[in-house]
């Protein structure tokens, strides 16, 4: 009993799936074109593809195509009008010295700053200039501003030092540094010793000053973490990841100034005058934005990847997290656990690390400091260490739900970017903050999607074979179990329905990959 309806069902169930296919493709290319007003201007290059692929897989007709085409051209015209005018936005800024992504306290601020800004505030602050964009993630971001590279050119353009017996400004020192037949080590030395023992003038420190005031008002005791932001530090051609400092828990206002300059002098690390000769395609001056941002003490925080990179594998979400604050993890101080999550089933795997060291907030004051979990007592061997928790050490720093909840922020940033991406992320109170976010640039894209989509496909006899010829083995599954009439024959047994359709599935999830549909 049952047998015949299952059988004749079989050709809507395969139907609906096939419209359902449709009606995604379709929903992508009219979700677009309904909204122009909020189109960020990177979607155009996806819209042309979708409609492309949209075509070649015969989902839409030729009129719809045209009409599809002349909607993209209408698009393309408004990308043009809204590429002059912030353009012209972008150079008026120019001459800021400070821009604000959040400002504490006031959750109707618009972010001042995004990635048309890049030159501007570099890379880190023109992404964190872009997240604060959205409501719903500016929520857990820490309020902060940045400031401009500008500031610094004035500072090398502007401050003369005396260096071996010279007085010149500090840019002209570089040049001629840079032209000695000093290693790059010995280069590195001068140009940062330059920087850091050169004061930095009033017209120039205080504009930072004010904007540090104005972060937390009167209490200017308040700790605030300095992120350098080079001009190219996050482009996808290079990888200048660790090159630059941070620091973390400075406080008042000479402190922060010091640490500006701090961070300006690390663009001249004997890393990266190594890595920018090595570079030969490195084609723009470098220059150095400093990001100034409150403080979040973390319980716990690490680093989340849409991809892991090191095996260049799609299918999992990858995160390095400990305890204490983020620079434990980034920093290699601390062996963090390594978790990955399967993006097909959501399976949760761990390996576990012990997390002996960790650092946290200088308990005296500015900075921070390294405890150790596991040492019962201090160093002087007397002393009982006030952090000793050898069992904690061995704990995992996250539960499953915050594990899901950073892999989704991750996800939502890297379809945001259209490109896989890492985030610095901490927990404070129970509450998910986002610290960083960066392109990861060291991954070949297309071989680790392709070894997903193989993997995806091998099951199932259909990898290697293109989009059209998956419609074509779609529509045959149909054929294969009722022949060339419309009637289901007596002969098709239950296991053929029940394996027609775990077919089709399979083939419609990597359809749906290969596709971007």
Known sequence: PGYEPIKENLFNVIESRMQFFKAEAVSK???????????????????????????????????EESHARGAYQDLIAVRNTLQAEKNNEVAAAAEKDIFWFKKRGDASFESEIDSDYTLLVGGKGAKLGDIAKSAEERA???????????????????VTVLYNGNTKTIAAHINDILNTSMDD??????????IRGATVPAAISNPIIAAYQELYGADTDLPVAVRSSANIEDDPRFSFAGMFSTELYVSGETAVVDTVRDIWASLWSERVIAYTKAKKDINIALSMAVVIQEMVNTEASGLAFTVDAARNDWSVYLINAGWGLCESVVSGLQDSDRFS??????????????????????????????????????????TKNPYYDPQKANEPPLTDHQLRQVAALTDELSQRYNSPVDIEFGYAGGKLYILQVR??????????RDIYLERLGQQNNISGKSPADI????????????????????????????GAIQKLDAMLAYLFNVTGT
């Open 439 to 448: 392109g990861i640039t060291t991954l070949s894209i297309n071989n680790g």
């Open 341 to 382: 999550i399967n993006k097909e089933n959501g399976r949760i795997s761990r390996i576990p690390a012990l997390k002996d060291k960790i650092i946290i907030p200088d308990p005296d004051g500015t900075g921070t400091v390294t405890v150790s979990l596991t040492d019962e007592f201090l160093s002087d061997g007397v």
């Open 140 to 158: 857990i971001l820490p309020s902060g501003f940045v400031v401009s590279s500008k500031v610094y050119e004035d500072f090398i353009n502007t």
């Open 29 to 63: 290319l009219t979700g677009l074109q309904a909204q122009i007003d909020g189109l960020m201007l990177n979607d155009l290059p996806q819209l042309r593809l979708t409609i492309s692929k949209a075509m070649d897989l015969g989902i839409i007709s030729k009129d």
């Open 471 to 498: 419609i074509d083995l779609l529509l045959n599954i149909d054929k294969e179990i009722k022949g060339e009439t419309s009637e289901l024959p007596d002969n098709v047994a239950i296991a053929d329905i029940h």
């Open 185 to 194: 080590k010995g280069k590195s030395t001068a140009i940062m010793n330059i």
